[in-house]
Nanobody, 122 residues
Framework: QVQLVESGGGLVQSGGSLRLSCAASGRIFSINIMAWYHQAPGKGRELVATVTSDESTNYADSVKGRFTISRDRPEKTVYLRMNNLKPEDTAVYYC????????????????WGQGTQVTVSS
């Protein structure tokens, strides 16, 4: 069974830093796009950052210059380094995989992690 497992969330003061990790496990040989989304209370899930298989990155305007997404392809892991955190960054952060090859076929859908809570106090 293929799954994504996140870690690294927690409570931090405004201006602090956290690093989130997400590891893909199961029968996965390669991954297309890895991403992080967040969902604040009462709001919809929003894209935070993406990293492609050739390591091109893209960020939401609200996190540019503060967050850095990276991936470790052999370990099938994606990271989100979050610096200068603000109270408005408080949300549940979800890891996402869009497209992966399992050695037999290419799966074009999306996989989601269970989410990890990030809370930034003012």
């Amino acid at each position: 069974q293929v799954q994504l497992v996140e870690s690294g969330g927690g409570l931090v003061q405004s201006g602090g830093s956290l690093r989130l990790s997400c590891a893909a496990s199961g029968r996965i040989f390669s991954i297309n796009i890895m991403a992080w989304y967040h969902q604040a209370p009462g709001k919809g899930r929003e894209l935070v950052a993406t990293v492609t298989s050739d390591e091109s990155t893209n960020y939401a305007d609200s996190v540019k210059g503060r967050f850095t997404i990276s991936r470790d392809r052999p370990e099938k892991t994606v990271y989100l380094r979050m610096n200068n955190l603000k109270p408005e960054d408080t949300a549940v952060y979800y890891c996402n995989v869009e497209g992966f090859y399992n050695g037999t076929y290419y799966y074009t859908g999306n996989l989601w992690g269970q989410g990890t809570q990030v809370t930034v106090s003012s």
